[in-house]
């Protein structure tokens, strides 16, 4: 599997954001010379290198629209330190860099998240009004699913008793849950939020038929709650849609266009 080659015409240069706490940011920006940008979000544990960000904002970049992918905080190569929910706190990581392309008189048409950073992208949406057009790939519907799949059938018992669950694989430490990010996931309401999207905020839903870490009736209970909303399943793709990424970007690229042709 492959990035599509890039359209010579479009650059990329790193891109530094201060968040609200003072963390750098950092980010790609896909230069086609256009005003408008969609800004790209990855999903958990993950980063602006992987799949279907970075592939995206290649496609973006091949139909002459600019776009900029980042990592949210404790990610990849930004500053500050990597929490297990941290949802509402990587809005904010959002809000700061659509505030930015603002400030440089720039227009965020659209926001677009993959797994975490689809529901990231929604609950913006939920709280700021001020995009048009949201993307939403493998995002979860019920943030209290998924959970024990990852820590266990007994995660409240043993996070009760040490206050923090550490994580490993083959014996290498990967990260630390602690009681707090995980009532943090936990009290996170997608549904609610969810309901708080204006009609005029045009919602695209993206699932594999074939996800087995986000169940693809994630996608179908977005469907039944966003007023303005477009649901699209790709048959036999998994979570990151790896054997699926054109037509993937085929999908999102169709919504975007019609978007910025509607705008």
Partial sequence: MSLPAQNPSAHQKKVVIANKHGEKL???????GTTDIVILCHGFRSSKETYPVAN???ALGNAGISSFRF???GNGESEGSFEYGNYWREVEDLHSVAQHFCGEKRAVRTIVGHSKGGGVVLLYASKYHDIKTVVNISGRHDLKTGVEERLGKDYMERIQKDGFIDMS???????RVTKESLMDRL???MHEA??????????????GSADGIVGVESAYEFAKIIPNHKLHIIEGANHSFSHHQDELASVVMNVIKEAFHQD
């Fill in 194 to 207: 969810c309901l708080q999207i204006d009609n005029g905020c045009r919602v695209l839903t993206v699932h």
């Fill in 56 to 58: 995206l904002a290649v």
């Fill in 26 to 32: 950092v980010g790609i920006l896909h230069e086609s």
């Fill in 71 to 73: 990592d949210f905080a």
């Fill in 187 to 189: 009290n996170t309401n």
């Fill in 169 to 175: 694989k083959s014996g290498d430490f990967l990260y």
